[in-house]
């Protein structure tokens, strides 16, 4: 069967229930917070239809231009940390067995998976002074008593480490496993030492699927909402956090609405810039 | 090199592996205490789930939704799917756009989305809007798994079975649904799994109605820490392992994951 341009309203029919769906309840939805962030708030946590740019003009504030340079900070950071750990992990894993691959995708799979909520009770259980692995320094005599480790920033970094990272190998996963492997072994032939042809090799080679990575990862860690409220002070909050907050619990709706709106800006731009870079590859 | 290599593997093992290896000591414990090494050993914290009627309702809630709201994602996305590659029509790709779109972008926008879309609406708080919205927001998992199984279904077998006189829907019932079953399964279970665990679209949207498991620890953690969270925990990190681990035996999951070569 040729594929073929639908000719009767009939060959639309399958295309009804999915475009319905996901108009109704992604598109209207969107649409409805855009137009709560122009909404005027009212006492009590209700809003009422307006045009005001108050919510918007929140954003000029000092402190939310910290909050914002403090997400976009961390994000930038646990890209950073995950790239440079998940591309020669993933590389390593591209050339391992099949056996091999296979099990670290599945306990990979199984960590992305896991919710954010009991990562965040993991690792607030790891840094613990009661459980935590302040008790193992001590056990070996590096430490004089067992203390806790949150909240703090480096929690949070770590923390954000983690659950990114899983997500990272995935992204690099089939890039790095249709490299052509004779590259390197043309390196390596040529007298170049492993770590030489990964630097001089491979890391140029996926240029931009590096950068175009790090762009998904940063995203990704923006998204985070969690973590930073388990793991962190207060000052370590971010942006998804404060969202979650002036919705939830500050019943501010408006304005959270205003933020997520700008949220997705800054997503969409990225998003926009990593398809981009992803274009390139092609070309070249 | 070997050796190097199998170090790094080791430390990225460790790193992934510590935390949940201390979830699950903690989970042993004898008493209601969070230490490790457990004191004593007792498998009570996992008898808790099901037996502690506040924890067994949240399993139940969580597993309710999760089947359901994955069901309606597969049913969202194979008609979809198939549209897209049985007709050349390029402005349908906006459809996948939006089917992607809620699981690219960070999810508390979703989430707020949802929030807004229900409380104006008046829906806000009803449990079946959980349902749809984890559908909406996972429905990417199924898409994907189904476009690469349409992708690999040879069209000259559709294309003999149509010279023989089959019509769409008899080659849909006869051909296509054989041939793509496989990525309809996995795209169920990794919607299934993702949904089980998901917190903030729940939480925005039924919150304060119906409590998940991943809602029950967290409001949970606010009043100190209890071993049945670690033991849900492990729970549903093995519940995943499990789900995956049948994906990767009965399917091909490297393939599934984007790798197009699998001659290793």
């Known amino acids: 069967m040729r594929r073929e341009a639908p000719q009767r309203l009939a060959d639309y029919g399958p295309l009804f229930f999915p475009a319905g769906m996901l108009i109704v309840f992604f598109v209207i939805p969107f649409a409805t917070m855009i137009a709560v962030s122009f909404f005027e708030r009212q006492q009590g946590g209700f809003y009422e239809p307006a045009f005001v740019l108050d919510n918007y003009g929140r954003f000029l504030s000092l402190f939310f231009g910290k909050v914002l340079g403090f997400s976009l900070f961390l994000a930038m950071a646990v890209a950073a940390a995950c790239v440079a750990i998940g591309v020669p992990f993933t590389y390593l894993l591209s050339s391992a067995s099949r056996r091999v691959q296979v099990w670290w995708l599945v306990a990979l799979l199984s960590i992305l998976s896991l919710s954010e909520v009991m990562i965040g009770f993991a690792w607030s259980t790891l840094l613990s002074r009661t459980a935590g692995i302040t008790n193992l320094f001590v056990m070996l005599g590096l430490m004089d008593g067992p203390q806790a480790l949150t909240p703090s920033f480096g929690a949070v970094m770590t923390a954000m480490t983690y659950q990114a990272l899983p997500y990272t190998v995935l992204v690099l996963y089939p890039a790095l496993v249709r490299l052509d492997p004779t590259l390197t072994e043309a390196a390596r032939t040529l007298g170049a030492s492993p770590l030489k042809a990964f630097f001089s090799v491979v890391v140029p080679a996926l240029r931009n699927t590096i950068l175009a990575t790090s762009i998904m990862v940063f995203i990704f860690a923006l998204g985070s909402y969690l973590l930073p409220q388990l793991l962190g002070r207060p000052q370590q909050w971010t942006l998804s956090v404060l969202i979650t907050d002036q919705a939830i619990y500050q019943s501010n709706m408006p304005f959270a609405a205003a933020m997520a709106v700008f949220l997705v800006l800054v997503s969409l731009s990225l998003v926009g810039l990593a398809l981009y870079v992803g274009r390139q590859r092609e070309a070249a | ?264």
């Open chain 2, 1 to 264: 090199m070997t050796a190097l290599k199998r170090l790094f593997f080791l430390a990225i093992g460790l790193f992934l592996a510590l935390p949940l290896i201390v979830v699950a000591g903690v989970s042993v414990n004898e008493k209601q205490t969070l230490a490790f090494p457990p004191q004593g050993f007792s498998l009570s914290w996992y008898g808790e789930i099901f037996t502690n009627n506040e924890w067994r309702s949240a399993l139940v809630a969580s597993l309710v939704l999760a089947a359901t709201s994955a069901a309606l994602a597969l049913l969202i996305a194979l008609p979809l799917a198939w549209f897209l590659w049985r007709r050349v029509a390029p402005w349908a790709n906006i459809f996948q756009v939006l089917g992607v779109a809620p699981f690219t972008l960070p999810p508390v926008i979703t989430a707020l989305g949802l929030l807004t879309f229900w409380a104006t609406s008046g829906f806000y708080g009803q449990p079946w809007t959980a349902v749809i919205g984890h559908a909406i927001f996972f429905v990417t998992l199924p898409l994907v798994t189904l476009s690469l199984g349409f992708s690999a279904i040879d069209r000259s077998l559709v294309e003999a079975a149509a010279t023989m006189g089959a019509d769409d829907r008899t080659i849909f019932r006869t051909v296509i649904f054989p041939l793509i079953l496989p990525y309809m399964v996995s795209g169920y279970a990794f919607a299934f799994v993702l949904s089980l665990n998901e917190y903030i679209v729940a939480y925005m949207t039924v919150g304060f109605t119906m409590e998940t498991l991943p809602i029950k620890i967290f409001n949970a953690l606010r009043y100190g820490y209890t071993p049945t969270m670690a033991s849900v925990t492990v729970f549903f990190l093995a519940i995943a392992a499990l789900v995956f681990g049948a994906i990767a035996r009965f399917g091909d999951l490297p393939k599934l994951l984007g790798a197009m070569t699998n001659d290793r």
